[in-house]
């Protein structure tokens, strides 16, 4: 069975930062990729940043130069450092994963995913 456990989240004022962590088990995801989606109160789950097998990042135009994504294939985690943080980060951040090595921004790209951790960004 496979499973992704998020952890870091927390209570944060704007301007802090925050590391949010993202183990797997059950399935390693070595050659594909693994991501991070946030999903604020009242709004859709949007895509955040993910991390090619390749250790290529992806990042959402609302993240970019702010959050950095990484994995360590060694230990089946990845991670998101995130960095500045704004009230508008605030959201239940949803760790993902997936076999297929080209998946990008689609959250039907992904196979896995996490229950969530909650980032509240005080202003």
């Known amino acids: 069975q496979v499973q992704l456990v998020e952890s870091g989240g927390g209570l944060v004022q704007a301007g802090d930062s925050l590391r949010l962590s993202c183990a797997a088990s059950?399935?390693?995801?070595?050659?594909?990729?693994m991501g991070w989606f946030r999903q604020a109160p009242g709004k859709e789950r949007e895509f955040a940043a993910a991390?090619?097998?390749?250790?290529?990042?992806i990042y959402s135009d609302s993240v970019k130069g702010r959050f950095t994504i990484s994995r360590d294939n060694a230990k089946n985690t990845v991670y998101l450092q995130m960095n500045n943080l704004k009230p508008e980060d605030t959201a239940v951040y949803y760790c993902?994963?997936?076999?297929?090595?080209?998946?990008?921004?689609?959250?039907?790209?992904?196979?896995?995913w996490g229950q969530g951790t909650q980032v509240t960004v005080s202003s």
């Open positions: 991390v090619r097998f390749n250790g290529l990042g």
């Open positions: 993902a994963a997936t076999t297929w090595p080209w998946a990008a921004r689609g959250s039907n790209e992904y196979d896995y």
């Open positions: 059950g399935r390693t995801f070595t050659s594909g990729v």
